[in-house]
Nanobody
């Protein structure tokens, strides 16, 4: 069974950094593209980033471009989200997910495309 486990969330001050991890089990992570999503209280699920398995192409939401970096370590079956220059508006539960595709499609930010989801990790940016 395909499963993801996210970790690395926590409380950080504005301007700080966190690195989220998404560990895959039940399949080899490099067979699928992987996306990161987030959901803030009272808001809809938002696509944050996606990384393709074929060529490692990466995609970002405008709200995080230049601050967040997605990467993958296929040997560890893990995808990471490095988050720098964090802002209070980045506060949310962050989820990793995989669609049944090896590449991030043009609408990678559309959550219904994704079949497999982790349980989420809380990120709180506050002074």
């Amino acid at each position: 069974q395909l499963q993801f486990v996210e970790s690395g969330g926590g409380l950080v001050q504005p301007g700080g950094s966190l690195r989220l991890s998404c560990a895959a089990s039940g399949f080899t992570a490099d067979a699928y593209s992987v996306g990161w999503f987030r959901q803030a209280p009272g808001k809809e699920l938002e696509g944050v980033s996606c990384i393709s398995s074929i060529d490692g192409s990466t995609y970002y939401a405008d709200s995080v471009k230049g601050r967040f970096t997605i990467s993958r370590d296929n040997a560890k079956n893990t995808v990471y989200l490095q988050m720098d220059s964090l802002k209070p508006e980045d506060t949310a539960v962050y989820y990793c997910a995989a669609p049944p595709y090896s590449s991030c499609v043009s609408t990678w930010y559309d959550s219904p495309l994704y079949d497999y989801w982790g349980q989420g990790t809380q990120v709180t940016v506050s002074s």
